[in-house]
């Protein structure tokens, strides 16, 4: 099977200047000139073209995109049906604020969202700008549902950038170092992280939470359980069996609003149109951004009717929420997801993508841990023989793919756990070719 999409650009890697060339290095000095220094960049080429698995920079250099722009061109980035999708649009109407004068596009996307998320109950849908802004439209609408107080949110949990979020998210540096204080009401349990759980099961991870949710919050007081199926930003950990399950029924079981934050995991990218489905989850609310429009800024909260429904008339919204272009992006991208049968690129890509690895790390003991589903694939690199986070053979290793032409992203609480976000259009001989790449970076970093 192979994605269905007509490349227009040439799918190689291909180097013609050093990395980053002379372009891209000028580009880089007026960036520091001109652009906060808060706003990091992992990788300073500066990319003009960009299509089925390949980014092209200024100086002409082609680049294996291994990152998808965070779990975001899932379609392939500037897929031509989104395109023209988004330029017949823009060329009717750019904006005209659905809450002053609506339009059907921003309908016929709720339509699609209740139609692909899990369950076959009544739903209903907001749609917003960022995946921040869904978490916090999720938290409002269960907060004005229940009409309780506090947000339970998991260890090594990723949840934006926003106050609310900020104080969501577990990670100090660089998310929410310096920037408190944060928003109260928040409470952070253990996850299940198989890896560092010294063989504790999932049922038994839910237990430990759980009972400090009853002992330290009151489950009574508790308007929302807010988690990542499988936790991104926190090192694309899959938690162990039934752990997932377990806390989606101890929400149910006591009045909790159950949301999956599926804002990276969506659309997909794991094997299944949406993670939870993986052990047959279904979540009371769900939040969608990155995968949802190809790259147009748009984000989702889906959910019970009874729930959604709750909010009074006018008490959800926003300018640019459901702009009329995203939304245009969103219909095409999703119909390219149905015609395709795009979870089953997703599994494919993992059936390349694992076996390999495996092979890596009975030749590389640093790595300690293969795990992920789906295109949303990470290795943990430990120091050999022990459980100590390899950050520095991370950053060494997302190095030497940089330089040699393959975009990769680093994650993880302790900043060790390399990760691969393909697009689901990714030639398979440029996946190979990536995973050479890398294999020569471990060659080349524990020499
Ligand atoms: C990226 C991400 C967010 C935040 O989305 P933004 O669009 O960057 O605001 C929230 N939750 C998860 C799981 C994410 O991966």
């Given at each position: 099977?192979?994605?269905?999409?007509?490349?227009?650009?040439?799918?190689?890697?291909?180097?013609?200047?050093?990395?980053?060339?002379?372009?891209?290095?000028?580009?880089?000095?007026?960036?520091?000139?001109?652009?906060?220094?808060?706003?990091?960049?992992?990788l300073p080429i500066y990319v003009v073209r960009a299509g089925g698995g390949v980014l092209i920079d200024a100086d002409g250099n082609s680049f294996i995109d291994m990152g998808s722009g965070i779990a975001v061109t899932t379609v392939g980035n500037a897929n031509p049906d989104v395109v023209r999708a988004v330029q017949e649009q823009v060329a009717d109407f750019t904006h005209t604020c659905f809450m002053v004068t609506p339009y059907a596009g921003y309908v016929e996307v709720c339509e699609a969202l209740n139609r692909v998320t899990p369950g076959d109950h009544e739903k209903r849908s907001a749609l917003l700008n960022s995946g921040a802004e869904a978490i916090e439209n999720a938290v409002k609408i269960a907060r004005s549902y229940t009409r309780r107080q506090a947000v339970v949110v998991l260890e090594h949990g990723y949840h934006g950038r926003t106050n609310l979020t900020m104080g969501m998210t577990a990670k100090s540096m660089p998310y929410k170092h310096s920037f408190g204080p944060f928003a109260p009401e928040v409470y952070r349990v253990p996850a299940s992280y198989p890896f560092r759980d010294r063989g504790l099961k999932g049922p038994e991870m839910a237990e430990i939470a759980t009972t400090r949710i009853d002992r330290e919050i009151g489950a009574e007081n508790v308007a929302a359980i807010v988690m990542e199926p499988i936790l991104g930003e926190g090192g694309f950990i899959v938690p162990s069996p039934g752990y997932y399950k377990a806390m989606a029924d101890y929400a149910k079981a006591n009045g909790i609003v159950f949301v999956a934050d599926e804002i990276q995991s969506g659309f997909c990218r794991t094997g299944d149109w949406f993670a939870s489905e993986f052990e047959d989850v279904v979540p009371d609310l769900i939040t969608t951004a990155k995968g949802i429009a190809d790259g147009m800024p748009l984000a989702a909260v889906t959910g019970r009717a009874e729930i959604m429904d709750a909010v009074h008339p006018g008490g959800l919204g926003g300018t640019y929420g459901g702009n009329p272009v995203a939304c245009a992006a969103a219909l095409a991208a999703i119909d390219w997801m149905e015609r395709n049968d795009a979870p089953a690129l997703a599994r494919q890509i993992e059936s390349v993508m694992i076996p390999r690895l495996r092979e890596l790390a009975l030749q590389f003991p640093a790595i300690g841990d293969i795990r992920g589903r789906g295109a949303m694939i990470a290795i943990e690199l430990v120091k050999p023989g022990t459980m100590d986070p390899n950050t520095e053979l991370a950053a060494a290793l997302n190095k030497y793919c940089h330089q040699?032409?393959?975009?990769?992203?680093?994650?993880?609480?302790?900043?060790?756990?390399?990760?691969?976000?393909?697009?689901?259009?990714?030639?398979?001989?440029?996946l190979e070719e990536a995973l050479g790449i890398l294999q020569q970076g471990f060659e080349e970093a524990t020499r």
């Amino acid at each position: 099977m192979t994605a269905v999409v007509h490349h227009e650009i040439p799918q190689q890697r291909l180097l013609v200047t050093e990395i980053p060339g002379p372009r891209s290095v000028a580009l880089q000095a007026r960036k520091t000139q001109a652009v906060s220094n808060g706003v990091g960049v992992t990788l300073p080429i500066y990319v003009v073209r960009a299509g089925g698995g390949v980014l092209i920079d200024a100086d002409g250099n082609s680049f294996i995109d291994m990152g998808s722009g965070i779990a975001v061109t899932t379609v392939g980035n500037a897929n031509p049906d989104v395109v023209r999708a988004v330029q017949e649009q823009v060329a009717d109407f750019t904006h005209t604020c659905f809450m002053v004068t609506p339009y059907a596009g921003y309908v016929e996307v709720c339509e699609a969202l209740n139609r692909v998320t899990p369950g076959d109950h009544e739903k209903r849908s907001a749609l917003l700008n960022s995946g921040a802004e869904a978490i916090e439209n999720a938290v409002k609408i269960a907060r004005s549902y229940t009409r309780r107080q506090a947000v339970v949110v998991l260890e090594h949990g990723y949840h934006g950038r926003t106050n609310l979020t900020m104080g969501m998210t577990a990670k100090s540096m660089p998310y929410k170092h310096s920037f408190g204080p944060f928003a109260p009401e928040v409470y952070r349990v253990p996850a299940s992280y198989p890896f560092r759980d010294r063989g504790l099961k999932g049922p038994e991870m839910a237990e430990i939470a759980t009972t400090r949710i009853d002992r330290e919050i009151g489950a009574e007081n508790v308007a929302a359980i807010v988690m990542e199926p499988i936790l991104g930003e926190g090192g694309f950990i899959v938690p162990s069996p039934g752990y997932y399950k377990a806390m989606a029924d101890y929400a149910k079981a006591n009045g909790i609003v159950f949301v999956a934050d599926e804002i990276q995991s969506g659309f997909c990218r794991t094997g299944d149109w949406f993670a939870s489905e993986f052990e047959d989850v279904v979540p009371d609310l769900i939040t969608t951004a990155k995968g949802i429009a190809d790259g147009m800024p748009l984000a989702a909260v889906t959910g019970r009717a009874e729930i959604m429904d709750a909010v009074h008339p006018g008490g959800l919204g926003g300018t640019y929420g459901g702009n009329p272009v995203a939304c245009a992006a969103a219909l095409a991208a999703i119909d390219w997801m149905e015609r395709n049968d795009a979870p089953a690129l997703a599994r494919q890509i993992e059936s390349v993508m694992i076996p390999r690895l495996r092979e890596l790390a009975l030749q590389f003991p640093a790595i300690g841990d293969i795990r992920g589903r789906g295109a949303m694939i990470a290795i943990e690199l430990v120091k050999p023989g022990t459980m100590d986070p390899n950050t520095e053979l991370a950053a060494a290793l997302n190095k030497y793919c940089h330089q040699h032409g393959v975009v990769t992203l680093t994650t993880g609480t302790y900043g060790n756990v390399f990760r691969f976000l393909p697009p689901l259009t990714m030639p398979l001989p440029l996946l190979e070719e990536a995973l050479g790449i890398l294999q020569q970076g471990f060659e080349e970093a524990t020499r």
